[in-house]
């Protein structure tokens, strides 16, 4: 399947090229910065050390996306979502637990517009 060119950085000034929005380094700075200003404290208490072990479990017998392998697509996964989320009384259990790549991630975040906008799902 064809890939889309690379872009350059929409980091003011960067030239790099890069599949996403930002390059690698300039993303790891808007993670750090989303973490810092825009992430509820309360949510970093959450996902402790014990959460990364978990996840990891859970990835290594889960490695493909859930909802892109129902359409036929194999895509490796990056996301741990929790169908309820953790502040809604969810729980880190595998039955709450659905493994996604990136892309399926945000949709469903950018569908419950809680992220972007401060809204929480229905």
Known sequence: MPRKPKRPCSYPRCPRLT?????????????????????DP?????????WK?????YVSQHPLCEQCLEHGILRPVEEVHHKIPLAEGGTHEENNLIFLCKECHSRIHAKWGDRWHGKSHP
């Open 19 to 39: 599949e996403g929005r930002l390059c690698e380094k300039h993303q790891r700075i808007e993670n750090r910065r989303y973490e810092k200003y825009d992430r």
């Open 42 to 50: 309360a949510v970093r208490r959450r996902y402790g050390r014990g």
């Open 53 to 57: 072990r978990i996840r990891d479990r």
